[in-house]
């Protein structure tokens, strides 16, 4: 049974603190995701990786930082928590493939809130 | 840049009613189009998919197609349960420099009341 899992499904934080959220997945994809997702505006992708230490910025990856050291992992870090982070972060990854047919799997999410 | 706009919702239907969510698209290569559901408390899964224009990807009774010439890739189910209770996104996906890139619609809740 594939899977992806993430650390924590809920986090509470404070402002100025340096939060982890760590994600592993045991497919053997080359390609991985951090996305989060508000009420109302859908999932916006902050990074992803595609390959071991290769990253690229998504739409939204101010205040955000990632590190992929091991193919089966990708960390998301928040260097200084804001309020405004509280959100829903959900981890995909995905296999490469030549015509983009590939499904993207999900964890089950880290809802954090930031007091 | 690639983009997909969803019904707004929530969308409430009763037990056994007819559903469709519109989803339709814009994007600059040949994508494969993709329905994902998130039921309460969980991660988004897939749903169904289509690969090329005139596809129909079907499953657990919902089923759309992919129309190229509309841009478009409706979900339809012919009778809804309570345990359709959802939120359901709409997504695209193509290769972009090499990158395996993917965007979703904003999500349209369903609720099915009995």
């Known amino acids: 049974d594939v899977k992806v899992t993430q650390s924590s499904r809920y986090l509470v934080k404070r402002t100025g603190e340096k939060v982890f959220l760590e994600c592993v997945q045991d497919?053997?994809?080359?390609?991985m995701f951090w996305y989060r997702q508000d009420p109302g505006l859908g999932l916006r992708l902050i990074y992803f990786?595609?390959?071991?230490?290769?990253?690229e910025k998504g739409d939204i990856p101010e205040g955000y930082s990632v590190s992929r050291e091991k193919k089966e992992r990708f960390s998301l870090i928040l260097e200084s928590a804001s309020t405004n982070q509280t959100s829903m972060y959900l981890c995909?990854?995905?296999?490469?493939?030549?015509?983009?047919?590939?499904?993207?799997?999900f964890g089950p999410g880290t809802r954090l809130t930031v007091l | 840049g690639d983009s997909v706009t969803q019904m707004e919702g929530p969308v409430t239907l009763s037990e056994e009613a007819f559903l469709t969510i519109n989803c339709t698209y814009t994007?600059?290569?040949?994508?494969?189009l993709f329905w994902y559901v998130q039921y309460p408390g969980e991660g988004l899964q897939l749903l169904l998919k289509?690969?090329?224009?005139?596809d129909k990807g079907s499953n657990k009774g919902f089923e759309a197609t992919y129309r190229k010439e509309t841009t478009s890739f409706h979900l339809e189910k012919g009778s809804v349960q309570v345990s359709d209770s959802a939120v359901y996104f709409c997504?695209?996906?193509?290769?972009?420099?090499?990158?395996?890139?993917?965007?979703f619609g904003t999500g349209t809740k369903l609720q099915v009341i009995p």
């Open positions: 497919m053997d994809h080359e390609n």
């Open positions: 997504a695209l996906s193509d290769r972009a420099g090499g990158y395996q890139k993917v965007t």
């Open positions: 995909a990854s995905i296999s490469s493939g030549v015509a983009g047919g590939n499904e993207q799997f």
């Open positions: 994007a600059t290569g040949y994508p494969s």
């Open positions: 289509a690969t090329k224009a005139d």
């Open positions: 990786s595609y390959d071991v230490k290769m990253k």
